[in-house]
């Protein structure tokens, strides 16, 4: 089994500007999940999914940040008219099932100028 | 709701000496799991261990080894023998059994630096 992939794994963009992040979870996990770690910081839990579904939203995740999981394999991240804040590192996991471990990806690093 | 308190946030040793993890958290659950995860420089979190509330046998892998006590509400974490390849920073987690949103809550993290 490969791990989970993400794309790309930097991204240097100027403030007001969308971005897209794609995450490829481990083949035939159900659950995927968005978390956002800033500098000195443990990771913090965005979203998730159950398949194609989108179950849950953090209030971190707000009205700019978009996440689907469009045939419930990859999903992908947007964030519209990125600002200065948003700058972090963006991660995602996997799991087969809600209980079971998480697995994460090398994780996108975001930098907004 | 959950907390996850790593309270070192800095930690030197010098190669093949011993060293531990704290980890104290908070649930109001019953029923919930504990995990580590070591971030190297590279970025990756890599899972070490995952523990459910009701195994509070400790456990032994190789050179880690993992101390749950309910009592107290930790999930200490022990490298014996250090290592200059165990320098990282090193998460511990809870996910509550909710069956539904698995998220899990990290601490801060803690930094280990081996030296040779």
């Known amino acids: 089994d490969t791990g989970v992939s993400q794309d790309p794994r930097h991204k240097i963009t100027k403030r007001g500007q969308n971005v897209t992040f794609r995450c490829d979870p481990i083949?035939?996990?159900?659950?995927l999940y968005w978390y956002r770690q800033t500098l000195g910081q443990g990771p913090e839990f965005l979203t998730y999914?159950?398949?194609?579904?989108?179950?849950?939203k953090s209030r971190l995740l707000s009205d700019r940040f978009s996440a689907e999981r469009p045939k419930g394999s990859f999903s992908t991240l947007e964030i519209q008219r990125t600002e200065q804040g948003d700058s972090a590192m963006y991660l995602c996991?996997?799991?087969?099932?809600?209980?079971?471990?998480?697995?994460f990806g090398p994780g996108t690093r975001l930098l907004v100028l | 709701a959950q907390k996850v308190t790593q309270a070192q946030t800095e930690i030197s040793v010098v190669e093949k000496e011993d060293v531990t993890l704290d980890c104290v958290y908070e649930?109001?659950?019953?029923?919930?799991?504990l995990f580590w995860y070591k971030q190297p420089p590279s970025g990756e979190l890599v899972f070490l261990i995952r523990?459910?509330?009701?195994?509070?046998q400790n456990e032994i892998s190789g050179r880690y080894s993992w101390n749950f006590q309910k009592s107290t509400s930790s999930f200490n974490f022990t490298i014996t023998a250090s290592q200059v390849v165990d320098s990282a920073v090193y998460f511990c987690?809870?996910?509550?059994?909710?069956?539904?949103?698995?998220?899990?809550?990290f601490g801060k993290g803690i930094t280990l630096s081996v030296r040779p």
């Open positions: 996991a996997s799991s087969p099932q809600g209980r079971e471990t998480q697995y």
């Open positions: 083949s035939e996990h159900n659950r």
């Open positions: 999914f159950q398949n194609e579904a989108q179950l849950e």
């Open positions: 649930t109001r659950d019953t029923t919930y799991y």
């Open positions: 523990r459910n509330s009701f195994d509070e």
């Open positions: 987690a809870l996910s509550e059994d909710t069956g539904a949103n698995s998220k899990l809550t």
